[in-house]
C-alpha cells in the first residue's frame, strides 16, 4: 500500500475513533481468487477455551448493527456473506447480547473489514451457543474478498442480566504494545500513588522494555499519560535523568563512585533494552500502538545512539491527587457530567445548557469525542465509548447529535455537533464512556470472603498490618456500595448485617466500626468510621457483608406529570379508614370527630420510571410480604415514597408516604415486554425500559394538607427513601417542586428531579420568594 493512500486511510480512520493498524504493520493479504470452488461444510473446528469475541463494527451504524468482526487466535477478522442467513444472525446477535436478529447485511455495508476472513459459509440451525458451534469450512479457509463482508441488524432489546456491553473501542494492534507503565527513577516516589513521573516501558515477551527518547514530543507524552489515566502532560526535567545516567557510566568505570539512592534505584535496573526506537503520535491517539512505531531491529548496531529511555511527567485529576505532592489543582469542567455509572470514571455522558443537564446522542460516538469528555473531567482519555445507554437512560433533554471532536479540544462544547430533532434520537441512544483512570491500589486494602461465588462475602479490611472484619451496626447500601466500587465489583446489591449462613472457619477480628459513607467514596477508608473498634455486635455472625452487581436499577420520577395532576380534594373522613389504618393521614386526624367531617388532600400522580440496567426488585421475597386485609393486598416495601412539604425554612409541615402496594410495569418504551404484573399474586417490579404508574385517585396517594396554612412551600417526593433496594444512581430519587397555596387552590411550578438542574439554578428555587399572584406564566 503506498503511503498517501495509509495517510488517508488513517486521517478517515481518526475521525471515526476506529484505528487501522494495517497502516502501522503488516497485515495478511486477503484471498483474491476469483473462483469459488464447491465446497461441503464441515464443523469448525472444536471451539477454544476461551469465549470467542465478537464485535459490531463499520460505519455509519447504530449500536446494535455493524459489520461481525471475531477474534480469533489474537487477530480481529470478517465472515463472509456465502450461504448467511438470518440464523446466523441469531447466534452472532445472542452472543452479542440482544434478544435476536431482524436481519443481516451482505456485500460490505458497513464497509470493508481488514485483515483475515475468518469464516466462510457459516450455516447455523439459530439455537447455537456461538457461531464456532455452527457448520462452515473451517478457521481461516475463505475465497472471498473484504468486498463479501457479512453484517447484521440485532434487536435493541437486550438479555436480561446481560453483562457486556456494545463497545465502540480502539482496534489497536496490541500485539505489538499491550500494555504501558511508568517506572518511577527515585524512591520515594515509588511508595506514592499513583505513579506520575518515570521512564516509560512496554511488555515485551516476559519483560518490560524501554522506548529511545530521540525526537520524542510532547504528543507522545499526552498518549501516554492518557493511557495511564493523565489528562495533561507537564515538562519533565531532563537534565537530572541525564546526571543519573552520567552517574550510571561513572560507577560501571569506577566503583567506588558515591551514587544518591535514586540513581541507585536506577543502576539497580538491567541494561537498558529498548524496544521501540521512534514514536510519531498526533496527540489524539487513545492507545499508542495507534501511533506510527518504528520497533528496533535485532541487529542494529546502536539502538538508542545519543539518546536514553523515554522520561514522562503526567499532572493527575483532582480525584488522584492527594498523594501527588502537587500544590496547584487542576481545574476540571463544571458543565460537563458523568451519572449511572458504577466505577470511577465511566457513566452516561450529560452537559449542561440553560441551567438543564441533558444527554448526549450516540449517532457517530467515538473515541475521539469520549476522550474529550474523560480528559475534561480529570480523567485519561477514553477507554471505551459505548453507545445505546449502556449506562442506563438519562431523562429531560437531549442536547447533542453527530458529535465530532478531533481530539485536542479542551471540551466537548467545542466540538462540532448536530442539532437535536425528536426523530434523530431517544433516550434508548445516550453515550456513555469509560475512561482510563490512574492506578492507586485501592482494591488492595480490602477483600471478601465466606461468599458463595466471588461477588459476595463478608468484608475485610486492611487496618496498618491485621486484616480483619467490620461492625455491621449502621451497615447499609451505602456503605456496600463503596465496598463493590473499591473492589470493582460494580453495585451493591444488598448490605448484609448478618452472615452466620457464610462460611466462618477463617474469620478474623473485628477491626473497624462506626462506618459511614457519602456513598461516592472510592474507598471505605475515605468514609467516616470510629478510631477505636466499638461494636455492640461483635460476634462473627454480625460481620459486615456486601452481594455485588454488576448492573443496577435507577429509578426516577416524572416530574412533569406530576405537576399536571396536582389538585385539592376535601375527602369525608367515612371514606378514610382504611387509610387511616396504613398512617397515610396527619397526626391531627386521630383527634377528628370520625366519621364526620373530612381531611383536605393533595393529589397528584406518580410515575416512577427505571432508567437503569438492572429490574428494580423489593428486597424481601413475596415468603415476607404483608397483608393488608382493609386494602386487600400485599405490601412488598412498606416505605416505597415519602411525600413532604417543606416550608421556606426546609422544615418539613406536612408528610406522607406510600408503601409499594403493587409494583408492576403499566407500561414500557417501545419494544420492551412487561414482566411484572400483581394480580394473582404476580411478581413484583419495574423492568428496565417501564415504569409504574400511582395514579392520583388511588389511597394514600396525596398529602394531607388539613393543618397547612396558606403560603409558598417547597413539595418533595423521593423514591426508596431508606435506600432498601440498590440503584445506580440516588441523587436522582428525589423530586422538587414550587408551591403556592391560597387557601382553596394549589398550583405547583419548577418540577424537577433533585439533580436535573445546576448548583446556581437549584439556589435559586431554594430562595424563591413565591409568586405574586395565581397565575402561571
Known sequence: MDKSRCKQQLA??????????????????????????????????????????????????????????????????????????????????????????????????????????????????????????????????????????????????????????????????????????????????????????GVVEVKYKDGWAQICDVGWTAKNTRVVCGMLGFPHERKVNKNFYRRLKKRAAEKVSRPKVNVSAGGRLYLERQKNNFHLHSVACTGTEVHLAACPLEFNKPNATSSCAGGMPAVISCMPGPLFMQNSGLKKKLKISTNVRLKGGAKVGEGRVEVLKDNVWGTVCDDRWNLLSASVVCRELGFGSAKEALTGARMGQGMGPIYMNEVKCLGQERSIWDCPVKNITSENCQHSEDAAVRCNV?????????????????????????????????????????????????????????????????DSSNVTDMVMSGVKCMGNEMALSQCQYHKTVSCQRAAAKFAAGVICSETASDLVLNASLVEQTVYIEDRPLHMLYCAAEEDCLSKSAAKANWPYGHRRLLRFSSQIHNIGRADFKPKAGRHSWVWHACHGHYHSMDIFTHYDLLNANGTKVAEGHKASFCLEDTDCQEGISKRYECANFGDQGITVGC??????????????????????????????????????????????????????????????????????????FEKYPGQLNNKIS
Open 12 to 197: 478517515f480512520s481518526l475521525l471515526l475513533g476506529l484505528w487501522l493498524p494495517h497502516c502501522l504493520t503488516q497485515t495478511t493479504p486477503s484471498n483474491t481468487a476469483t473462483s469459488k470452488p464447491t465446497t461441503t461444510p464441515t464443523p469448525s473446528p472444536s471451539p477454544r477455551p476461551e469465549r470467542l469475541k465478537v464485535r459490531l463494527s463499520g460505519y455509519p451504524r447504530k449500536h446494535n448493527e455493524g459489520r461481525i468482526e471475531l477474534f480469533y487466535k489474537g487477530e480481529w477478522g470478517t465472515i463472509c456473506d456465502d450461504d448467511f442467513t438470518i440464523a446466523n444472525a441469531h447466534v452472532l446477535c445472542h452472543h452479542l447480547g440482544f434478544v435476536s436478529a431482524t436481519g443481516w447485511t451482505h456485500s460490505a455495508k458497513y464497509g470493508k473489514g481488514q485483515g483475515k476472513i475468518w469464516l466462510d459459509n457459516v450455516q447455523c440451525h439459530g439455537g447455537e451457543k456461538s457461531i464456532e458451534f455452527c457448520k462452515s469450512r473451517g478457521w481461516g479457509n475463505s475465497d472471498c474478498t473484504h468486498d463479501e463482508d457479512a453484517g447484521v441488524v440485532c434487536k435493541d432489546e437486550r438479555i436480561p442480566g446481560f453483562v457486556d456491553s456494545n463497545v465502540i473501542d480502539a482496534q489497536v494492534d496490541e500485539n505489538k504494545v499491550e500494555e504501558v507503565r511508568l517506572r518511577p527513577v527515585v524512591g520515594v516516589a515509588k511508595k506514592k500513588l499513583p505513579i506520575t513521573e
Open 438 to 502: 490512574p492506578y492507586m491500589g485501592l482494591e488492595t486494602s480490602i477483600r471478601i470472603v465466606g461468599g458463595r461465588s466471588s461477588y459476595e462475602g463478608r468484608v475485610e479490611v486492611q487496618v496498618g498490618s491485621k486484616w480483619g472484619t467490620v461492625c455491621s451496626t449502621g451497615w447499609t447500601t451505602k456503605e456496600a456500595m463503596v465496598v463493590c466500587r473499591q473492589l470493582g465489583l460494580g453495585y451493591s446489591m444488598h448490605a448484609i448485617t448478618e452472615t452466620w449462613y457464610w
Open 691 to 764: 415504569w409504574d404508574l400511582y395514579r392520583h385517585d388511588i389511597d394514600c396517594q396525596w398529602i394531607d394538607i388539613t393543618d397547612i396554612k396558606p403560603g409558598n412551600y417547597i413539595m418533595q417526593v423521593v423514591i426508596n427513601p431508606n435506600y432498601e433496594v440498590a440503584e445506580s444512581d440516588f441523587t436522582n430519587n428525589a423530586m422538587k417542586c414550587n408551591c403556592k397555596y391560597d387557601g382553596h387552590r394549589i398550583w405547583f411550578h419548577n418540577c424537577h428531579i433533585g439533580d436535573a438542574l445546576s448548583e446556581e439554578a437549584e439556589r435559586r
